[in-house]
């Protein structure tokens, strides 16, 4: 299932951005189920998984971004968001959300870019 990634863009480093990741109608009547994380992957570098959420509501975050982001889930909405905060370069990635852990399939992402 491939979960699509919305509300990217570019910002100076120090600002916000809301990202927004709505499940296909295929799985509508079970995402309230499923366990849920935000990833990224920066050029030449790995994905990494920064922020995921239970089906409880239950969250975790990466080191990295413990503080600044956070994730948030609407089930009646099929949505998962990351809110992100206080924005620094290295926080420039494509962010995908996908099942936790990943299914093998992925949406396109959102680009996400921070100048300093």
């Known amino acids: 299932v491939q979960l699509q990634a919305s509300g990217g863009g570019l910002v100076q480093a120090g600002g916000s951005l809301r990202l927004s990741c709505r499940a296909p109608?295929?799985?509508?009547?079970?995402?309230?189920?499923?366990?849920m994380a935000w990833y990224r992957q920066a050029p030449g570098k790995e994905r990494e998984s920064v922020a995921s959420?239970?089906?409880?509501?239950?969250?975790d975050y990466s080191d990295s971004v413990k503080g600044r982001f956070t994730i948030s889930r609407n089930n009646s909405r099929k949505t998962v968001y990351l809110q992100m905060n206080l924005l620094e370069s290295e926080d420039t990635s494509v962010y995908y959300c996908?099942?936790?852990?990943?299914?093998?399939?992925w949406g396109q992402g959102t680009q996400v870019t921070v100048s300093s």
């Open positions: 959420i239970t089906s409880g509501g239950a969250t």
């Open positions: 109608r295929s799985i509508f009547s079970v995402f309230s189920a499923y366990d």
């Open positions: 996908n099942t936790n852990p990943p299914s093998n399939e």
